[in-house]
C-alpha cells in the first residue's frame, strides 16, 4: 500500500513505511486527514520504586491524581490527550482541532506539566515514598490523523514521523527537562527561551537531528518576523488618517473608543503599531496589551498586564517593593507617581492578584473574608480609578489587541473603563477579527453603557491588487528576476499582508530565496502557491469548526479548484438533492462565498482565500485526493462530451495529472497546449507541452511526445527563436507517425529555414512535405485537401523572399484557387498583396490586404487579422493615406496587445515610427521607437530591438543629433547579414550628413548588397556615393552616371519612389553646380511633384528647397521666397536641423544683396539662425523652442 504521509509504495507484508517509517495499514482512511501537528510526549519517572512499597490500590489512587494533572494541563492549552502510556501520556495539539498557536500552547502545557507535578509531589508528600518525576519531548510536524484499530473497536490517533521524533526526543531527555524539536523551536523562539543541545540520532533518519531544551518563557517577547521580512503599511493610509484624527482630539482633551477589525492578518496590529509612534510623537501616554489566547491566561490576564504597565510595576515575578520598569513590549513610558505598598492593600487584594505583586490569600487572611461580587466591584472601581488618575496627568491611551480572546469578566471591566472617557482624556482602542461572533454583542452592550464621547469603527479590507504588489514590491524589491516570485506573494495572499508575509517566509525557508548582501536572491524555483506551516493551525481552525458534512465538503471542493460549481460538488458527494444548504455554514464562516451563476453549471462558489483551499486540499490524504481528481475529471468529460468548450483540456489535464491518471493526463496536455498557443498564451501552452513531455515519457508515447515538441516549436517561433524552433521540428519528425502531423511539421520546418535564408532547405522540406500529401484524391479529408493549400502559400512566399516574384505571384494565385478556408485563403490572399507591392501596384496590393483582413475576420482568427492590418497599413502608407495607415496600425497594436504579444508590439511600433518619420514628427517617431525597444527588452527580442536602434539612428541623424545617432547605430549590431548591411549604410549616411566622404565605405556595402540582391541598399548607396561625386569639382560626369543607374533600376517599394525622387534631386543639385539653372528647376518640379504625393516630408522640404534655389537663380524670387519660408518652416517646426541649415544657407545667398559684401537685413537675420543652428550640430547648445518660434514669427 502506499504510505499515507510520503505516498512511497510499500509491499503487503510491510507494517511500516519503508522509507519515513510510518504504521500502515491500520489506519481507517474514510475519515483520515494530514495535519500539521505538535506532538507531546511525558514520562513520568519514581512510580516503580513507588509500586515496591505500596499496596496496589494506593499507588493507583496516588498516580491517578498525577494523571489527572498531566491531562488538565493539555485540556487547559486546548490540546487532546491521545492516550496513557504507561507512566507517561501522549498528547496533541491540532488535531482534531487546530489552533494557530498550536506549539506554543504545547509548550505551555509542557510547562506547566513540570510545575504541576511538583504541585501534586508536595500535596502527596506524607504518601509518597520519593518524588515524583517527569521529561518531556515535543516535535512538530506533519501527521497523518484518523481512527485507527480493528474487531469492532477503533481509536482516534496520529500517524508519523512526527510522533516518532517526539517520542524519542522524551526518551532522549532527563528528569525535569523538556527537549523540543528544531521545527518547534523555529515556531516558537519568539515567546520561549531555548538551549541548544547536541544532536540526537533517530532510528530511520540519515542524520542526528537538531534538539532544543526548553528553559521557560521569555521575559520579553520577540518579533517573529525573519530578516528582511519588514514592509512599511501599505494601502491602511484612510484607516491611518481617522486613527490620527482621534488622537489629535485627545490631545485636545476628548476621549472616546476606536474599534479596528477584520479578518486575521489584515494589519490590525500593524496599525495600532502605527497609531503608538504618532501618539507618542504628539506627546500622548500609550499602554498596550494583548489578550492571550484561550488557555494561555487567566481570568482578567490582559488587564493585569495593562494595569501592571500603566502602574510601572514589572512582570510578576517583582517584588512589592522593587522598582518600575517600561513594559516588556513597549507599551508606554513607566509611571512617575510612587505606588505605595499600603496604598495598593488598602484599595482590593484582588488588584494585588491581578497585579501579581503579593500574595492575594495572606491579604484575604489578613482583611477577612469578602463577598465575591463586592470585590469585584471594589477591583473594577479600583481600576477605573487608577486608569482616570493617570489620564487627568497625561492624556491616555489604552489599546487592546487580540480582543476575540477576551474573557467575559475583562470584557465587563472593558465596559467600566469605558466609563472614564466621559470624563478624562482617554482613548481605549480594540482590535479583533471580524469572524468573531462572540465579541460583537458584549461590545456594543458595553459601548451602550458607556456612551463615550467619540465611537470610530474601522473594518479593514483585504487590499486591493496594486497595493499587494506594492507589498511584495517592497519585501522583495524591483529586481525583474523576481517578478514571478512577487506574482506568487499576490496570487497567493488575496489581499492579506499577513499571508503574503508568511508566504515569503516559507520561501526562504525552503531555500527558494536568500537574502544577500541587502537583497533577496532566487537560489530554487517554485511556482506553486504553498500554505505555510505558520499558517496551517489558523487556516485549519475555520474548517475544524465546521459540521463533519461540511468539512469533507470543503476538502473535496478544493480539490475541483478555487471556483466550483455546487452541482459538481453535489455529484462527487453523491447528494441527490440541492447541495447549497451543506455549503450554507461554510459562507457564514467566511471560507466560500457565492459567485455569479452560469447557465450551464448552476450555483458556483469559490473560496475567499487561496491559501484556504490549498490549507483543506493539503489535509486530504495523497490516495483520496487521486480518487477525486479522477471523478472531477470523469464528471468534466461527461459533461463536455464531443466537442469540449474552450478552457476545459486544461481543466482536464489538471484533475488527470492529479490523479495519476498517466495517459489521460498526457492526451489532455497536448490539447490544451494547443489550445493555449492558439490564443497566443505562449507561457501557459509552454507549461502544458512541458508537462504533456514529461508524461509522454513515463508511458513512453512517442506521437504524444513529438506532438508536443512541435508544440514547443511553434512558441519559439511566435518568439523568434527560429534556430531552436528548427531542432523542435526535427525532433518531432523522428517521433511522429501520422502522415498528415508529419506533413504539417515539416512545411513549419521549411517555413522558419525560409525565413532564416536557407531557401534550399526549405523548398527541400516543402518538397517532402508534398510528398507525405502526394495527389489529391477523391473522398480525401478536408484536413488535408487544406494542408495542401498552406503547402502553396508557403512555397509563394519563399518564393518571394528569394526575389522570384513571378514564381511567387503565380504560387499565391494558384492557392487562392484552392478550396482553403478563410484563415487559409487570408494568407494567400495576403501573399498576392505582398507581391503586388514589392511590384509597385500599390492600389492593387491594398486591396489584396483589405480582403486578407475581411477574411481573417471572417475566420474569427486575431492573430492573422493583427497580420493583416499590419499589411494594410504598409499598403496605406506607400499609398499615400498616413491618416488610414496610423488608424490600421492602432487597431493592429490595440489587438496585439489583448493577445499579450508584446514581441509583435515592438514591430507594429517600429511601423508607427515609420510613419511619423514620414510625417516629419521626429519626436513622436523617438517615442514609439523607445517604447518598442523597452518592449522588445521585456521580451529578450534582440531582432525588434536591434530594427528600432536602426531606425532611431536614422531619425536622430535627421534631427542633427550626431551622437546619439551614433550610439543608436552601435546598438543596432546583430548577426544578421541584410541588418548588418542597412546599420553600415545608415552609418555611411551619418557621415555623409556630417560632410564627411564615406567613399570606401559606401563602395563596400554596394558591393555587399548586390551580392545579396538587397536593391534598395544598392540603390541607397550609389545616391551616397553620387553625393560625394558632387560636392567635388571635376566629378559631375561620375555622379550623373552613378544617378542614371539608380533611375534605370528602381528598388522596390515601399523605397523605391523615395529613392526615384532623391536620384532626380541630386541631378538638380548638380545642374545647379553646373550653371543650368533651367535644367535644375525641371529635374526640381518632377522630384517636388512626386515627393508631395508619396514621398516624406523630409525629401518634400529638400525638393523645396532645391527648387527655390533654381528659381532664384532664374530670377523667379517670388515663387522661390514662398517655397523658402514653407521649406524652412517645415524644417524648424520638426526639429529637422540639418535640413533647416541647409534651407537657412540658401535663403540667405539667394537673397537680392545677401553676397559677402553687403548683406540685406533679411539675409542677416537667416545667417544669424543658421549660426545658431550650426553650433548646436557642431556639439553646442539646441536651439530653443523660443529662438525657433521667434524666428518663424518673423517671418524668415
Known sequence: MDCPICATPNPPSHRYCRSCGTALGFLLNSEAERRYVTVLFADMTGSTAMSERLDPEEVQEIMSEFYQELAACVHRYGGTVDKFLGDGIMALFGAPHAHEDDPERALAAALEMREGLEAVNRRLAGRLPQRIGIHIGVNTGLVVAGRVGGGGHSEYTVLGDTVNVAARLEDQSQDGQILVSDATRQRTEHVFAFRELPPVPVKGKAEPIKVWELLGWRARRRSPRKPGVEAPLIGRDPELARLREALSRLKEGTGGLVVLTGQAGLGKSRLLHEARAEAIARGLRWVEAACPSVGLGGTLAVWGALMRRLLGIEEPSTRLTGPATPAPEGGGAPSTRVIPLQELRDASSALIELLGIGDAPEERRRTGPIDPEAERKQLFLAVQEAIAAHAGEQPLVLAIDDLHWIDSASMQLLAHVLTVTTRAPLLVITAFRSDTTTVYEPLAAA????????????????????????????????????????????????????????????????????????????????????????????????????????????????????????????????????????????????????????????????????????????????????????????????????????????????????????????????????????????????????????????????????????????????????????????????????????????????????????????????????????????????????????????????????????????????????????????????????????????????????????????????????????????????????????????????????????????AVLIELALLDEHEGTFTQAEAHLQEAIAMADQCDDPVTKAQAYLHLGRVRRH???????????????????????????????????????????????????????????????????????????????????????????????????????????????????????????????????????????????????????????????????????????????????????????SWARAQPGGGPGAPSPEAQALMAELRTVLAYLAGGPKPSSAVREAASASGV
Open 447 to 906: 459601548i451602550a453603557h458607556a456612551a463615550p464621547p467619540l465611537h470610530l469603527t474601522l473594518e479593514l479590507q483585504p487590499l486591493p491588487e496594486e497595493h499587494s504588489a506594492r507589498l511584495a514590491e517592497a519585501l522583495l524589491g524591483q529586481d525583474p528576476r523576481l517578478a514571478d516570485m512577487r506574482e506568487l506573494l499576490v496570487k497567493s495572499s488575496d489581499g492579506n499582508p499577513l499571508f503574503l508575509e508568511e508566504v515569503l517566509r516559507t520561501l526562504i525557508d525552503q531555500g527558494v530565496l536568500r537574502l544577500e548582501s541587502g537583497r533577496w536572491e532566487r537560489v530554487a524555483e517554485r511556482d506553486e502557491v504553498v500554505v505555510p506551516d505558520t499558517l496551517q493551525g489558523l487556516l485549519l481552525d475555520r474548517i475544524d469548526r465546521l459540521p463533519e458534512s461540511s468539512k469533507r465538503a470543503v476538502q473535496i471542493a478544493a480539490v475541483i479548484g478555487r471556483r466550483f460549481s455546487a452541482q459538481l460538488l453535489g455529484d462527487i458527494l453523491g447528494l441527490r438533492g440541492d447541495p447549497t444548504p451543506l455549503l450554507a455554514p461554510l459562507e457564514q464562516a467566511g471560507i466560500l462565498e457565492r459567485v455569479m451563476a452560469d447557465g450551464s453549471t448552476g450555483v458556483e462558489y469559490r473560496f475567499r482565500h487561496t491559501l484556504m483551499q490549498e490549507a483543506a486540499y493539503a489535509s486530504l490524504l495523497h490516495k483520496h485526493r487521486q480518487a477525486y481528481h479522477r471523478r472531477v475529471a470523469a464528471w468534466y468529460e461527461r459533461q463536455a462530451g464531443n466537442d469540449p468548450p474552450l478552457g476545459m483540456a486544461a481543466i482536464l489535464a489538471h484533475h488527470y495529472d492529479r490523479a495519476a491518471a498517466t495517459p489521460e493526463a498526457a492526451r489532455w496536455s497536448l490539447a490544451a497546449g494547443n489550445e493555449a498557443r492558439h490564443a497566443f498564451a505562449l507561457d501557459e501552452a509552454r507549461d502544458h507541452y512541458m508537462r504533456a513531455l514529461r508524461l509522454a515519457e513515463q508511458v513512453q508515447d512517442g506521437e504524444i511526445h513529438g506532438r508536443a515538441l512541435a508544440g514547443l516549436g511553434e512558441i519559439a517561433v511566435a518568439e523568434g527563436a527560429l534556430e531552436t524552433a528548427i531542432e523542435r521540428f526535427t525532433g518531432a519528425l523522428e517521433l511522429v507517425r501520422d502522415p498528415l502531423e508529419r506533413a504539417v511539421i515539416e512545411r513549419r520546418c521549411g517555413q522558419v529555414q525560409d525565413r532564416l535564408g536557407l531557401h534550399a532547405a526549405a523548398l527541400a522540406a516543402f518538397s517532402r512535405a508534398a510528398a507525405i500529401l502526394g495527389e489529391e484524391k477523391p473522398g480525401e479529408s478536408p484536413a488535408w485537401r487544406a494542408e495542401r493549400g498552406r503547402l502553396r502559400v508557403a512555397r509563394a512566399y519563399a518564393h518571394l523572399n528569394r526575389g522570384d516574384d513571378d514564381a511567387a505571384r503565380a504560387a499565391a494565385e494558384a492557392a487562392v484557387r484552392a478550396e482553403l478556408d478563410p484563415v487559409d485563403r487570408a494568407d494567400a490572399t495576403a501573399l498576392l498583396g505582398a507581391a503586388c507591392l514589392r511590384r509597385g501596384e500599390v492600389a492593387q496590393a491594398a486591396r489584396h490586404f483589405e480582403e486578407a483582413l475581411a477574411l481573417a475576420r471572417a475566420g474569427r482568427d486575431l492573430l492573422r487579422e493583427a497580420a493583416a492590418l499590419e499589411q494594410v497599413a504598409r499598403a496605406y502608407h506607400a499609398a499615400s493615406r498616413p491618416d488610414a495607415a496610423r488608424e490600421a496600425l492602432l487597431a493592429c497594436l490595440a489587438l496585439r496587445r489583448r493577445l499579450s504579444d508584446e514581441a509583435a508590439c515592438g
Open 959 to 1145: 534631427q542633427g543629433d550626431w551622437s546619439g545617432a551614433r550610439q543608436a547605430l552601435e546598438r543596432a549590431g546583430l548577426d544578421d547579414p541584410e541588418l548588418a548591411g542597412r546599420v553600415s549604410l545608415e552609418r555611411a549616411l551619418l557621415a555623409l550628413a556630417r560632410h564627411e566622404s564615406p567613399e570606401a565605405e559606401l563602395h563596400q556595402i554596394l558591393a555587399a548588397a548586390e551580392a545579396h540582391g538587397a536593391a534598395d541598399i544598392a540603390a541607397q548607396a550609389r545616391l551616397g556615393l553620387a553625393t560625394i561625386a558632387r560636392r567635388h569639382p571635376g566629378r559631375a560626369r561620375e555622379a550623373r552616371a552613378l544617378l542614371r543607374q539608380v533611375l534605370a533600376a528602381p528598388a522596390h517599394e515601399p523605397h523605391g519612389a523615395a529613392i526615384t525622387t532623391a536620384a532626380r534631386l541630386e541631378l538638380a543639385e548638380l545642374a545647379i553646380r553646373e550653371g543650368r539653372p533651367d535644367a535644375a528647376v525641371v529635374a526640381a518640379r518632377m522630384a517636388l511633384a512626386a515627393a508631395e504625393a508619396t514621398g516624406p516630408a523630409l525629401l518634400r522640404w529638400r525638393a523645396q528647397r532645391i527648387l527655390a534655389t533654381a528659381l532664384a537663380a532664374t530670377a523667379a524670387w517670388e515663387e522661390a521666397e514662398r517655397l523658402f519660408q514653407e521649406a524652412t518652416a517645415s524644417a524648424r517646426a520638426a526639429g529637422a536641423f540639418p535640413e533647416l541649415a541647409r534651407c537657412l544657407e
